[in-house]
């Protein structure tokens, strides 16, 4: 409509700052520091996700008329669940992230068209393979979409694993595993597979169908946009690890 204001909210805002705080580096803005949903500050242990988390609302609101939406601020996003909701519902999350394994994407093979349940196995055995030999984990495979229950063994095992893991790494895997449709993907992603690889390997059969009845530009834009979101995940895995 005519007159209509840009979706998302005003800048608000002057100047980001990073400021040191107890051995941890929090985000301000003119001086106040940045309140998540939860009204926990924006405080990073790793100097480097800080820096990130400053060029990042330090670009939010230039364009499109001064406004920006969370969009614009993923990095925040996944530090928001590093900070607020993975600390605030551990076994919720793990339960939830668990519960794919059940029906993980790399799992369900194509049981009428053979040349597409080839592509499914040249992709996907691999990760499965990998899944094992870096967890002592075996899933189980089928044809078609009748769901089956991978063995309890193995996700108590996997379970164990996430027991183990940082609410940072929680909050990375609470962005891939949905984004990839598996549990065994998002798994290699944490683990430092390339971005490139794990998007190919969750849309084998998209491009299986757009190579046979061409290019459809809805799921090419969804395919990039798994990959911006992916792409963002593992740079915030990364920022973690650095000083």
Not at 159 to 176: F, K, P, R, S, Y
């Amino acid at each position: 409509m005519p007159g209509r204001a840009p979706a998302g909210r005003k800048r608000f805002w002057k100047q980001v700052q990073l400021v040191e705080q107890e051995g941890a580096f929090a985000v301000q803005l003119d001086g106040r520091s940045v309140r998540l949903p939860g009204k926990t500050a924006l405080c990073v242990p790793s100097r480097a996700l800080a820096e990130a988390l400053v060029a990042e609302w330090q670009a939010a609101g230039q364009t499109a008329e001064g406004y920006f939406t969370p969009d614009d601020l993923p990095l925040t996003g996944i530090a928001g669940s590093m900070l607020e909701r993975i600390p605030q519902a551990r076994k919720g999350v793990r339960e939830s992230l668990l519960a794919y394994a059940n029906s993980d994407l790399v799992c369900y093979r194509d049981g009428a068209h053979g040349k597409l349940a080839a592509q499914q196995a040249a992709s996907w055995d691999p990760w499965l393979a990998w899944l094992g030999k870096t967890y002592g984990v075996t899933f189980h495979t089928t044809q078609g979409v009748m769901p089956i229950c991978q063995p309890a063994q193995a996700l108590q095992a996997l379970g164990v694993v996430m027991d183990g893991m940082t609410d940072a790494q929680l909050a990375v895997l609470g962005v891939g595993v949905p984004a990839l449709g598996s549990l065994v993907l998002g798994l290699a992603l944490l683990g430092g597979a390339p971005v490139e690889e794990l998007v190919a390997s969750a849309t084998v059969d998209e491009r299986h169908q757009m190579a046979v009845w061409g290019q459809d530009t809805e799921v090419t834009d969804r395919i990039a946009s798994m990959q911006m979101e992916l792409e963002t995940a593992a740079r915030f895995e990364a920022l973690t690890h650095q000083t």
